[in-house]
């Protein structure tokens, strides 16, 4: 079973940036098509970001584009998240997800990940 594990999240001001990374245990880690999700307090999980595992082809929850940035680098089995010009209404903890790549592609819905990460917060000041 591959593992996920989140990091670089913290505390920033409105306005500032701040990059997520996302490790896998997976040794073909290009099997995989990852995806970013968020959670807010007292809110469902929601589909932020993904990339394909294929041809890196990515897509966007409309209230991050353009200001967010997916990527990976399958070297390092890793995916990562560059995330600009924060607002208060992004924090949330935000959590990594894989699926494998032959189970298709392009999904934004939580329920078709099972393998997820243990979350790293991300807080923005105002």
């Known amino acids: 079973q591959v593992q996920l594990v989140e990091s670089g999240g913290g505390l920033v001001q409105a306005g500032a940036s701040l990059r997520l990374t996302c490790a896998a245990s997976?040794?073909?880690?290009?099997?995989?098509?990852m995806a970013w999700f968020r959670q807010a307090p007292g809110k469902e999980r929601e589909f932020v970001a993904s990339?394909?595992?294929?041809?890196?082809?990515?897509r966007y929850a409309d209230s991050v584009k353009g200001r967010f940035t997916i990527s990976r680098d399958d070297a390092k089995r890793s995916v990562y998240l560059q995330m600009n010009s924060l607002k208060p209404e992004d924090t949330a903890v935000y959590y990594c997800?894989?699926?494998?790549?032959?189970?298709?592609?392009?999904?934004?819905?939580?329920?078709?990940?099972?393998?997820w990460g243990q979350g790293t917060q991300v807080t923005v000041s105002s």
């Open positions: 990339i394909s595992g294929i041809d890196s082809n990515s």
């Open positions: 997800a894989a699926k494998p790549r032959v189970m298709g592609w392009g999904f934004t819905s939580r329920t078709a990940y099972d393998i």
């Open positions: 997976a040794r073909t880690f290009n099997a995989y098509n």
